[in-house]
């Protein structure tokens, strides 16, 4: 079996932090988004797996995933999930395959699914249930079968939303050659699925066991930082100096914690410098980031970001690549910032 993960997308309810990168690159709880994503697949036993990149997401992906042996598969224009299909047939061939949303994180990956599928079953589709299903595709359910799947409707069937990860055969292809543009002009993998169900073929639906992001806002990014945060093994390769660590704090290779107070769960990635500071929990500092003389909790600092002179503390935040916040006077309140990449703020 093969996999095939989806990276293509512009991330347009990221913004601005994806202004710049696409939103599977984003740091959570260290490390990108897309590293899950591979070593779930890897980890259910998928060797075998291509990435579907945009010409825009291309570059950032590959820098993302180096290392990992993946093949990268471009599609020239975001003509939607069942179109990024169609484009990987020639990697895909005859061979069963699980797709995967970039942007998805599974608490206790996706064995699971793949457990479900078997000889006369056209396709496993994972579901979640959620308190608003109109936000999703959403499927209705007979014993385990899917007898009807619906994307984003008004009056909901059910409250099982349709998770990140599908497993089909090939059978999915003529499907997918047969449909006709949804009204946002995309080729909708949940009317690909319904075809299946249409000419008769069997689609089970698996409920999702631990908990599920779809890293689509900010504020999803924080939730899922702190899911994963929640799950560290403390450890500290790094250089702590005159600084209290309490709970479980990861301080990386090459880091710097100095004169801080560090509560975990919190993690410092390679090179980051801390001094003179309160990094608070749920907190990820990322590679070469610095935090000088500032508060910081519930937060994202992407790679080299800074935080300098910034108290009372600043909270449920992300600061993208690069991104600078400095202050010369403290302000009598925590501040909430979204940051894309490059930004600079003076509070004053």
């Known amino acids: 079996m093969k996999g095939l993960i989806l990276a293509a997308g512009r991330g347009t309810r990221l913004r601005p932090l994806t202004h710049t990168r696409p939103k599977p690159v984003i740091r959570v709880a260290g490390r990108p988004i897309l590293h899950y994503a591979v070593e779930n697949l890897r980890e259910a036993g998928v060797e075998e797996i291509g990435v579907v990149v945009s010409p825009e997401t291309e570059k950032d992906i590959r820098e993302a995933l180096a290392g990992y042996p993946v093949r990268y598969i471009l599609q020239e224009e975001p003509q939607g999930l069942a179109h990024a299909v169609a484009v990987a047939q020639g990697f895909l061939g005859p061979s069963p395959f699980v797709l995967y949303l970039g942007d998805n994180l599974f608490q206790r990956g996706i064995g699971r699914f793949l457990g479900a599928f078997r000889e006369g079953v056209s396709a496993v589709i994972a579901l979640v249930r959620v308190e608003d299903p109109r936000q999703f595709g959403v499927a209705l359910l007979e014993g385990e079968r899917v007898v009807r799947l619906l994307e984003k409707p008004q009056d909901p069937p059910s409250d099982l939303a349709v998770a990140g990860v599908y497993v089909f055969t090939p059978e999915v292809f003529p499907v997918i050659g047969d449909l006709k543009p949804s009204a946002r002009g995309e080729y909708e993998i949940t009317d690909a699925i319904q075809g299946l169900i249409d000419r008769g073929k069997r689609v ?64 410092i990635g390679e090179g980051a410098v801390v001094e003179g500071a309160y990094v608070g929990p749920f907190t990820s500092i990322g590679p070469g980031a610095r935090v000088v003389r500032s508060e910081v909790e519930y937060s994202i600092l992407e790679d080299q970001a800074v935080l300098e002179d910034v108290a009372p503390r600043l909270q449920e935040s992300i600061l993208g690549v690069r991104a600078e916040v400095k202050s010369r006077n403290g302000l009598p309140r925590a501040h909430r910032l979204i940051l894309g990449d490059l930004s600079q703020v003076e509070l004053a």
């Open 204 to 267: 089970v639906g698996v409920e999702v066991e631990g908990w599920w992001k779809d890293t689509g806002r900010p504020k999803d990014l924080l939730d899922a930082n702190r899911l994963l945060l929640e799950e560290l093994s403390p450890r500290v390769e790094g250089e702590v100096e005159g600084s209290e660590l309490t709970g479980r704090v990861v301080v990386e290779r090459g880091a710097r914690v100095v004169g801080s107070t560090v509560i975990g769960p919190a993690f």
